[in-house]
């Protein structure tokens, strides 16, 4: 049987704010997609990710901000940090531990995501 994860909901109180943020990150817009006045539904995806993200209205009874441990693999966390800066998002200083290198950031929503350079396997 194969699983494969391919859309993860995230919680937003301000749907355009956010898909803003996620295409600044660099986000690639897939949907977008008002079906009622209490459904909107945008779908972004990662660059290089098969799994992608869920924002909008009426799609989750979460509560905004309240999304938390998505890591982002990236091949150096170091680039990924200095590009994300470049786009004028905040991130924090690159974190390392025996498991890889970490960068963090949050949406304005607080939802936080982390950039993760996984070392070596060897």
Known sequence: MDLK???VTIPV??????????EQVGFRPDHDHTVT??????QLTPPGSACSIAIGTGITPAAPGSFAGANLVVASAADARAELVERGIE????????WGNFVFFSDPDGNRWSLQEIPPRG
Not at 37 to 42: A, S
């Open 37 to 42: 006045d209490e459904l909107r539904f945008v």
């Open 13 to 22: 109180s301000d749907v355009d704010r956010a898909k803003a943020f996620y």
């Open 5 to 7: 994860l391919e859309l």
């Open 91 to 98: 991130v924090t200083d690159l974190e390392a531990f025996p």
